[in-house]
């Protein structure tokens, strides 16, 4: 990236291509991790008023210290003005459809949005349930957002394996088989708005739900984008670069982000 | 009138606990609140063969899986966030030691529910149209699987949804900030789902950073969302989360947390936790110089330590609580 003027990593493009999707004033939930720094930045520049909570019902907190360990942890617990718990969190206020936009990551992802955080396995699982070669985190709160916010955004590293045609689990829903497959199953929420990588953004056709690249960032492009994707990406006709980050939002970004997180390449 | 509950960890294991038991722990998601030393002395009493209730996957689920005593594990989030993916359960699972049933976080939380109001079930519109819904670990042969999270129409308006089924755990150890002896409870941090499993096991040890006087109780009972009524028994136990955090009190040991999981990753390395830190106690003094002074020193260096000045002045000093052991446990 030395020529740019702004140096920054593709993890702080993706955190920052995901705060601008947010709004002042939105009810939102952030995961762990690169989603919380992606979700408190936006609040710490450009949505002041956003509400932002996570699973476990921690309100009204900011992160102190640098990346919090985990969503209840004491990071995000020195200034809270309101703790709950989960039903409260993911139940009154995510499966009821008050929730604007949840923010969540992906070990994998499908052309139709579908997230797999559950296991990987060595082809298809079969009509036996069989124990996955490699253990994942499974699907955590991920799936409740998922069904239940207004809008979901999925952060995830742009590497070939991470991009399949179709997940082999799936944890939480995108459009399941695309078109209108989702509203059969009558979730609360809408699905997911955009799926934002190292290298781009992603966004379902209207249509047929499936997911094509809308934009690149400025050290990426579009043929090293299709090529680190495992199904044939489509091309939206109004492609585009997406502006690089100002100075004021990556300050914002580092004070979230105190230990640099995602600095590290 | 209420009687003080107040028994050593080691009896409290004793006396609720057997091999094959339906165990829930009462956390906090994975790096918070967790009675993870109750774990700890379920391994040293050679406990096992346990099926596991654990709204999210800890520290605690990790070495009791890693170790070989979990067979069943009903789970929402089984990593460890920031820290990775849990060696211990995950190598459990890899080799079929464990087996996981998978739902989502707010899933358990609503059959906790379901289960301290004695529903059967409980409807909601998350897990469906997903692997959630048709893979079954406990069913495996059942694809799609339909008795897992079957589907029920909503009477009244006739849409579909799908079915939880309601935990009732034989017994459930809840970490806490602070208990009175009696068996009243504040939580500092999120309750994540302790209040409902309070509710839903049919005994309820608490294990708990602190012991307050139950004037504490008085002046705060809009804050008690643990009443002694729903409460067994009750341990004292300072670092009881440890390595994890107890908001108030002390952070995550980082160092801990890393140096644990990465033991959990094979079998003779896990051995190698059980002999250090799992078996090399004798009392809780030198529970405390295992973690270490420095470490102790620097994990209650914490920024959210001013949420105890409140509660301070009646926290009950060690000889009090020992004085109450006694007489609980006669």
Redesign the interface.
Known sequence: MNSHKLEYTRQEMMAIATGRELRDGELAIFG??LSMLAGYFAQAHHAPNIRAM?????YGAFP??G?????????I??NATS?????DA??FL??SGRCDVGIIGAAQVDMYG?VNT?GIWDGE?G??????????????????IA??AGRVLIMVAHEPKRFAEKVT?????GY?DGGNT?E?????GGGPSAIITTLGILRPNPETKEFQLDAYYPFSNIEEIKSNTGWELKVSPSVHVVPEPTEDELKALRKVDETGALRKQ | MPQPKLISLATAVDRFTQNGVQYASGA??????DAIVFGRELLRQGRNQLHAIF???SQQLNLLAGAGAVDKAE?????L???G??NG??RA??T?VTQ?E?????????RL?GGAMNWPFVP?????????QY???FS??E?PATSKIPMITDPFSG???GAFQSLRPEVAAIHVSMADPLGNAIM?????????LSRAAKKVILVADEIVHTDCMRQFPNLVRIPDIVVDAVVYWPFAAWPQ?S?GLY??D?NH?RSMNKALATDETTQQYLKDYVFSYQSHRDYLDMIGNKTREKITQ???SF?MDPYRKWILSADEIAKLVLEGER
């Open positions: 762990v991790g996570t699973e476990g019902g921690v102190v210290g990346l919090p360990w985990g969503i209840e942890c004491n990071r617990s020195a703790f709950t718990n989960g039903v993911l139940g995510v499966a579908n559950t699982i009509d036996h349930y069989r124990t996955p070669k490699t253990r994942l985190t499974g699907a955590g709160g991920a799936n409740d069904c239940g689990y799936i944890s939480s829903p399941l989702r059969r199953y009558g979730f609360v | 906090a998601l994975p790096i918070g609140s709204h999210c996957n789970c929402g989030f089984s990593g966030e920031v820290f993916f849990a359960l995950r699972v890899e079929g996981l998978d739902y989502s976080n707010l899933a358990m939380a609503i529910l909601a519109t998350v897990n469906i149209g997903s692997d959630i893979r079954s670990a495996p042969d694809y849409r579909q949804l500092l941090g999120t309750e994540w789902s302790r209040f409902e955090s908001p952070d995550v980082e947390m914490t920024e959210t949420l």
